[in-house]
């Protein structure tokens, strides 16, 4: 069974770097055909993407939120981490990592979520 968890603060003041780590459990993130995910959800809005780390290592990131994002990986602690930079109010939201695989969109391994504030 594969286990998610996300840590990392929940308060980060605006213009600065969010910071995430999702620690996984039951498997490996390299592990091919598996892709790791980001998404976050805004207070009464929907999912959005933010990107994800293939089983191989080179990250894809939203258009959207591309230049803002980097997504990287610890393979000896078995953990990705999201960085977002230059954050405002608007970047408040509860952010998951998830699994799923190369070949569908959908997530079949989900984190808890971690609600992140971006406030002064």
């Known amino acids: 069974q594969v286990q998610l968890q996300e840590s990392g603060p929940g308060l980060v003041k605006p213009s600065q770097t969010l910071s995430l780590t999702c620690t996984v459990s039951?498997?490996?993130?390299?592990?091919?055909?598996?892709?790791w995910t980001w998404i976050r959800q805004p207070p009464g809005k929907g999912l959005e993407w933010i990107g994800y780390?293939?089983?191989?290592?080179?990250?894809y990131y939203s258009p959207s939120l591309k230049s803002r994002t980097s997504i990287s990986r610890d393979t000896s602690k078995n953990q990705f981490t999201l960085q977002l930079s230059s954050v405002t109010p608007e970047d408040t939201a509860v952010y998951y990592c998830?699994?799923?695989?190369?070949?569908?969109?959908?997530?079949?391994?989900w984190g808890k979520g971690i609600l992140v504030t971006v406030s002064a």
């Open positions: 998830g699994r799923h695989h190369s070949t569908q969109s959908v997530v079949d391994y």
């Open positions: 780390m293939p089983y191989s290592g080179a990250a």
């Open positions: 039951g498997g490996s993130i390299t592990t091919n055909p598996y892709y």
